[in-house]
């Protein structure tokens, strides 16, 4: 009865910006965003609590990406700006009831995932 989906990747210059989206279904959650580039494991991104009002970033991102969310669309975003060769990832939308933000495995819903490729 949960279904997260991810939008908004795509091929980016470096130094571009995308904006992701991510709506999910069934009810509100914190969440999260990850990503997995091929060979590597998977590195968390950025996390929202339910209501929007705690926000925590990875450092490689901080400064550049903006994790947000609109409870009213069910939707939580990443802004990513300044981007470098090195975040092309699969980027992938998860949600959870409650545990370590950081860590994949504290979470119980995730997406399909959306493709982020950064070029030089």
């Known amino acids: 009865q949960v279904q997260l989906v991810e939008s908004g990747g795509g091929l980016v210059q470096a130094g571009g910006s995308l904006r992701l989206s991510c709506t999910a279904s069934?009810?509100?959650?914190?969440m999260g965003w990850f990503r997995q580039a091929p060979g590597k494991e998977r590195e968390f991104v950025a996390a929202?609590?339910?209501?929007?009002?705690?926000?925590n970033y990875a450092d490689s991102v901080k400064g550049r990406f903006t994790i947000s969310r609109d409870n009213a669309k069910s939707t939580v975003f990443l802004q990513m700006n300044s981007l470098k060769p090195e975040d092309t990832a699969v980027y992938y939308c998860?949600?959870?009831?409650?545990?370590?933000?950081?860590?994949?495995?504290?979470?119980?819903?995730w997406g399909q995932g959306t493709q982020v490729t950064v070029s030089s």
């Open positions: 929202i609590n339910w209501s929007g009002s705690a926000k």
């Open positions: 069934g009810r509100t959650f914190n």
């Open positions: 998860a949600g959870h009831l409650s545990g370590t933000y950081y860590l994949a495995e504290a979470y119980h819903y």
